[in-house]
Structures are given as structure tokens and as C-alpha cells.
């Protein structure tokens, strides 16, 4: 762990513990606007904000720490994982959240972000967003991971071998024997 540089005369524990407090209430705000998240940095600025205790050093040094604090809070309590509500400007949780919600709840995770999203519609019902729909919504990928992602599976796509007949030069089908020289 990376200590922050403080311009206040607190201690890095009292600033974790005063961030953690703070980032809750602002994500506890995100959590009651459904499909709503918040990014890292507006979350850090606005904890900082919050507590009138800055740091120096940029924020991806200390925020883990905080955000850690604040998904142990939340399965203390008993409530849906608020850090899934944390996106970084990609629109991803992150590889910091695994590690948080293994802290918290000692859970593995294949996917962080799809278990975001689950954690998200969670939060987004606990705390009664409203314009959730009757049916409980459904769990989503930020926009942009989305995007992201299918950008990706595209170019997979597109990048595969495509088998031609070495007779006719056609694209085979995907099983069986060519369909002009059958």
C-alpha cells in the first residue's frame, strides 16, 4: 500500500476511513438513479471535496484502499457491493474490484464487470431508484464496456480464417463439403 500524500495534518488512516464514509453517501446518491454510475475520479474528487482532506499524489494510489472500506462496510451491513457502482473512464470496475469483493466477501471472480452489473441492479433496487422497472431491470454493462466489447468480438469475428474450396475458391460452409462442387 502506497501511503497518500496529505495536505492535511491527518493521519492516512483517518483520511481512508473519512474518504470511505464519504465515497458511501456519494455512491448510496449513484445508486438511486437507475443505470446511473460514477466514475473513480469524480467519485475521489468529490469524497475529497466532502471531507476538506486533499492528497497530492493522484488518486489510483489510495482510492483502492477507500473503495475496499467501503465494500466491507457494505457486506457488513448486508447490502448490495456500492463499489460496483465505480467505473473507471472505461466504463470498467476495474482489477481492483475483484480483490475488494474477495476481501469483503471471499467471493472469486470470473468476470468483475459482469458481477458489477449484477451487484449494480442490486444496489439500484435496494436503495429504490427511481424509474427501476416493475420487473427489476435488468443487469447491464456501462455503455461503454459494452461498446468496448463488441468492438472486440467484431474484430474476433473478423479476424478468423475463412476455408475457401481449393476447386471453386467459395467460401465453405461451416460443415461439410462445398456446396458448388457437391
Known amino acids: 500500500m502506497i501511503e497518500p500524500v496529505l495536505t492535511d495534518d491527518?493521519?492516512?488512516e483517518e483520511a481512508h476511513a473519512a474518504w470511505a464514509e464519504a465515497a458511501r453517501d456519494l455512491l448510496m446518491g449513484t445508486a438511486r438513479r437507475y443505470h446511473h454510475v460514477m466514475t473513480t475520479k469524480d467519485l475521489a474528487a468529490g469524497a475529497q471535496?466532502?471531507?476538506?482532506?486533499?492528497?497530492?499524489?493522484?488518486t489510483h494510489y489510495w482510492i483502492g484502499d477507500v473503495l475496499a472500506l467501503v465494500a466491507a462496510d457494505c457486506a457488513k451491513r448486508g447490502e448490495p457491493n456500492l463499489t460496483a457502482l465505480c467505473v473507471n473512464a472505461e466504463g470498467s470496475v476495474g482489477d481492483g474490484y475483484s480483490a475488494?469483493?474477495?476481501?469483503?466477501?471471499?467471493?472469486?471472480?470470473?468476470?468483475?464487470?459482469?458481477h458489477a452489473a449484477i451487484e449494480r441492479l442490486a444496489c439500484y433496487a435496494y436503495f429504490e431508484a427511481p424509474g427501476l422497472p416493475a420487473d427489476g431491470g435488468v443487469a447491464v454493462l456501462t455503455p461503454k464496456l459494452s461498446a468496448s466489447r463488441s468492438r472486440v468480438r467484431k474484430a474476433t469475428l473478423a479476424a478468423r480464417p475463412v476455408e475457401s474450396c481449393p476447386r471453386c475458391f467459395m467460401v465453405m460452409p461451416a460443415e461439410g463439403p462445398c456446396n458448388n462442387c457437391e
Open 10 to 12: 491527518v493521519s492516512t
Open 49 to 58: 471535496a466532502r471531507t476538506e482532506i486533499t492528497a497530492t499524489q493522484r
Open 100 to 114: 475488494t469483493v474477495a476481501a469483503a466477501t471471499g467471493e472469486t471472480l470470473d468476470d468483475p464487470d459482469a
